[in-house]
């Protein structure tokens, strides 16, 4: 099954601290639903895993993110991952993001992602798998928004602002996806139902 993503943000910060961001494992790791860095084999190469739960199932992934293309001068990169599930599926797919500068304080952040899926997820669908994507990629830049638009601050000794240290992190929990589903098929009912008023205003 193959799912096509692309979305566009704008983020409350200047484009050289959203481009280190995004360029740290580390921290993007920290915005995903479901997903945990396991080694950063070199500037690159990264493991990870992810879980995904839908009703009573849960699918886990766990494989390689490569970074194929790096344009620090144009804030561009591609990437291309692969996940093995437990049960037997796969993940495949590869992904670019651009920035640009919108202001000296706003950035505009372009992705797009192509992914083929195998396994257990593909029986909810490809138009549910679509809107649960489009669902999990707003969770990711909320949590991106919050770090970099509304940093954390302390008092230092001198009564200067600092950065405070990050909290440590926990294990990462199953993405919860039932609920989004829910969220996915009442949207698509509202849009149904959006167009059949409207048929009903041009036949009057």
């Not at 481009?19 to 860095?37: K, S, T, Y």
Request: net charge positive; hydrophobic share 45%.
């Amino acid at each position: 099954m193959g799912i096509e993503i692309r979305e566009t943000f704008q983020v409350q910060a200047p484009i050289d601290a959203v481009w280190q961001f995004v360029m740290d494992p580390r921290q993007v790791v920290i915005c995903m639903p479901g997903a945990a860095l396991d080694q950063v084999v070199d500037d690159h190469t990264f493991l990870g895993n992810v879980r995904v739960k839908v009703g009573a199932i849960t699918a886990s992934y766990k494989g390689r993110v490569q970074l194929t293309h790096v344009d620090h001068q144009g804030y561009a990169m591609q990437m291309g991952a692969e996940g093995r599930e437990t049960g037997g599926g796969m993940a495949k797919g590869t992904m670019s993001s651009r920035l640009r500068a919108l202001s000296a304080a706003q950035t505009e952040v372009v992705t797009e992602a192509s992914i083929d899926l195998t396994g257990r997820l593909m029986q909810v669908g490809r138009g549910m798998i679509q809107g649960v994507a489009h669902q999990l990629f707003q969770q990711f830049t909320a949590s991106l928004k919050q770090r970099l638009e509304v940093p954390e601050t302390a008092a230092a000794a001198d009564g200067t602002l600092r950065p405070a240290t990050p909290a440590p992190t926990t294990e990462p929990q199953a993405i919860r996806v039932m609920p989004l589903l829910f969220r996915t098929l009442w949207l698509a009912i509202l849009r149904f139902f959006r167009r059949l008023v409207g048929r009903g205003d041009t036949q009057r």
